[in-house]
T-cell receptor, first 113, second 111 residues
């Protein structure tokens, strides 16, 4: 089975530009998570969805961040406008149900200059 | 407040030198505790899930154990290919369904 698929793998953009990260969860999984990883703060949950509905977005740092899940096989995380402090690795993950293991994608490495 | 603390932050071992990594947690109720391995430039790779105190899981040179306050990841006779960052996460029963990750232990096994 294909794992969680993320794109782009690497993105370098200028401050002020819009960034869109994409994720395809594992087929059949009904929970989708967006995490951000930095050296200073480790892995932080930004938002998660259940059955395409956002359940908890308390980790979204600012209004510049938004996430959508238009269908069961696709989600986006958008940053507009981007700032240098947004530079991090953004992971998408999915799981089948509560108490179940979540599986991570390979990450999107974002650098904002 | 729900919290996960991993120790040590970094660990260097000689090949064959067994050791243990610690994950201490504070949660009102535990839905599950998870161990992941992360290689540089990669996403976390699932290793184990533990649900209740006394539970143990094994995979090759790795063994995970769980008590009511902490979990250990025991590494027996490690090899250089075991070098990675090992992450611990807990899913608490309170609040919404989310995982809380520790900051990880960076393991380096020298040949």
């Amino acid at each position: 089975d294909a794992g969680v698929i993320q794109s782009p793998r690497h993105e370098v953009t200028e401050m002020g530009q819009e960034v869109t990260l994409r994720c395809k969860p594992i087929s059949g999984h009904d929970y989708l998570f967006w995490y951000r990883q930095t050296m200073m703060r480790g892995l932080e949950l930004l938002i998660y969805f259940n059955n395409n509905v956002p359940i908890d977005d308390s980790g979204m740092p600012e209004d510049r961040f938004s996430a959508k899940m238009p269908n069961a096989s696709f989600s986006t995380l958008k940053i507009q406008p981007s700032e240098p402090r947004d530079s991090a690795v953004y992971f998408c993950a999915s799981s089948l149900a509560p108490r179940n293991t979540i599986y991570f994608g390979e990450g999107s490495w974002l650098t904002v200059v | 407040e729900d919290q996960v603390t991993q120790s040590p932050e970094a660990l260097r071992l000689q090949e064959g030198e067994s050791s243990s990594l610690n994950c201490s947690y504070t949660v009102s109720g535990l839905r599950g505790l998870f161990w992941y391995r992360q290689d540089p430039g990669k996403g976390p790779e699932f290793l184990f899930t533990l649900y209740s105190a006394g539970e143990e899981k094994e995979k090759e040179r790795l063994k995970a154990t769980l008590t009511k306050k902490e979990s250990f990841l025991h590494i027996t006779a490690p090899k250089p290919e075991d070098s990675a960052t090992y992450l611990c996460a807990v899913s608490p029963t309170s609040g919404t369904y989310k995982y809380i990750f520790g900051t990880g232990t960076r393991l380096k096994v020298l040949a």
